[in-house]
């Protein structure tokens, strides 16, 4: 039986591999073997590859002949399937049969889930450090063909492992989206808390509330998306002579993860329509709410692939693979690790900084408005975690740090005690995994003091396709972690500006 000290003492030590481990993820192309290979050589650029096939060889032979059966299978695969474009067909991707599972892995195992990355196209959807101890909690989207040997893999490796999505397609089916179920419980506007809703009627709902509450809340377009979609934002603003401090809250720069949009949706909705039960939110702040990032690739993840994840531009120098990662395309330490180079990688940021006029379009509105900005929230999902700048390094520290943690905390308490939910916080790239030129890197770098990034639910049960009933109580557990965050940088600029 192999062990962990067994693995240790065979395989050079990795850092990071979380990251490494997300870097390689087929961007939802399963069955690609083209894409597959793409990943692979990037791969060898980051893990010091050739010791590492040679010591896993060996391991593979002497220890996992699990994995072995897994290579010749996945040959047989590819060999019966024609390498093809991924746009070939306009099919919906099928995940009938993929199962998530929830693992228990010690740092010294991180190639032997590499091997699985790579030769049984296991996919690593979430990779979390467990307190201080070399133990990460990894979920791994398992295809069908792979299952029975993946589950024997950690039997031998001893990784404890749960089940905890067994039919994918299943999940996905269930989600519901408003494409299929439309509850038209107000007449004026489609928008409910209880469903994922369409590009366009998250647009409805915005024009709704422009139209309704003309006082309060002016909406406009800020740029367009690769394929021609507008990048529409909402101010919510109770006017007046007075140029007030303001809120940023941004979701969907990743398209997978739906319940980050209709968070920042619920918020809006929390201003402007109930915005009387709060007054001190838009007496002392301006805010400018801009739901959706990456529109092109949420219609995506609607119509063709559920767990896309990039934006949908096509470049001349990547013509087999589509898509940025846009928040690897900012302009603050850009490219300097936790991206990739390689377009076919789900993490890969672009030909250069701001190639993308998504990202472009969300600089140039952070960038008007910069002035007045004091918080900038990127939403993101999952893994219940408040992070901190920088996500590019964990070596260097913001200079206002104890102020990003000290509000944090407060955020963490709230949301606590609302729901019981216990987010984790810290530095990005300590608590979860480098990222360089993300987004609120950037806004911090361009002096938007308390910029943070979350990750809201849940925490592996579901992932990606959380249940659409969990959709309201994310997003009221956000707006009461952004009342106490308003207060408390609120308290904090007057002090500085009276102090
Ligand atoms: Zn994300």
């Known amino acids: 039986m192999a062990t962990g000290q067994t693995l240790s003492r065979m395989l050079p030590m990795t850092t990071h591999v979380c990251l490494l481990t997300l870097f390689t993820l087929s961007t939802a192309v399963p069955f690609n073997p083209k894409s597959l290979r793409a990943d692979h050589s990037n791969h060898l650029l980051q893990y010091h590859h050739q010791q590492q096939q040679e010591a896993l060889a ?26 093809q474009q991924q746009e070939a067909t306009e099919a919906p991707v099928s995940y009938a049969g993929y199962k998530l599972f929830k693992t228990d892995v010690q740092e010294q195992l991180f190639p032997v889930v590499d091997s699985l990355d790579v030769e049984a196209g296991v996919e690593v959807w979430s990779c979390r450090k467990k307190g201080r101890s070399n133990h990460y909690e990894m979920d791994l989207l398992t295809p069908p063909h792979a299952v029975r040997e993946v589950r024997q893999v950690f039997i ?74 507008p990048l529409r934002v909402a101010k919510v603003s109770t006017g007046g002579p007075e140029v007030k401090p303001t809120i940023f809250i941004d979701g969907g720069i990743h398209a997978r993860e739906w319940v980050s949009p209709a ?55 990547s013509p087999l693979c589509s898509g940025v990662d846009l928040n690897r395309n900012f302009a603050f330490k850009w490219s300097t690790g936790g991206s990739s180079p390689q377009p076919c990688s789900s993490v890969y940021g672009g030909p250069e900084p701001f190639s993308e006029p998504e990202s472009r379009a969300l600089r140039d509105i952070l960038l ?19 992070l901190l700048p920088y996500a590019y390094t964990d070596a260097e520290k913001p200079d206002n740090y104890e102020d990003l943690y000290n509000v944090s905390v407060m955020g963490v308490e709230t949301i606590r005690n609302t729901s019981g939910h216990d987010y984790r916080m ?74």
């Open 426 to 499: 810290g530095q990005a790239a300590e608590l979860l995994y480098r990222a360089s030129g993300n987004s609120m890197d950037y806004a911090h770098s361009i002096g938007i003091p308390f910029s943070f990034s979350l990750e809201l639910r849940d925490k592996g049960k579901f992932g990606f396709i959380l249940p659409k009933e969990e959709i309201e109580p994310t997003g009221r557990e956000f707006f009461q972690a952004m009342k106490t965050v308003s207060e408390e940088v609120y308290q904090k600029l007057q002090a500085t500006s009276t102090g």
């Open 58 to 83: 060996d391991v593979e032979e002497q220890l996992f002949p699990s994995l072995s059966q897994i290579k010749s299978t996945r040959n047989n695969i590819n060999s019966l399937q024609q390498p």
């Open 263 to 317: 968070t920042a949706l619920f918020i809006l909705h929390r201003l402007v329509e109930f915005g009387w039960q709060e007054p001190q939110l838009l007496n002392r702040f301006d805010w400018i709410i801009l739901p959706m990032v990456n529109p092109d690739g949420y219609v995506y993840t609607q119509k063709h692939d559920r767990l896309w994840r990039k934006s949908r531009s096509n470049l001349d120098s």
């Open 368 to 386: 008007k408005n910069k002035k007045q900005l004091k918080v900038y929230i990127s939403l993101h999902a999952y893994s219940e975690m408040w």
């Open 156 to 229: 031998e490796s001893n990784v404890t492992y749960q089940e905890v999505i067994d039919d994918l397609q299943r999940a996905i089916n269930m989600e519901g989206t408003t494409d299929e179920i439309i509850i038209w419980n107000r007449p004026a506007h489609p928008m409910t808390w209880h469903n994922y809703h369409t590009l366009d009627e998250m647009y409805q709902y915005m024009d709704y509330l422009a139209a309704e509450f003309p006082q309060l809340v002016t909406v406009e377009d800020i740029g367009m998306s690769f394929e021609k979609r």
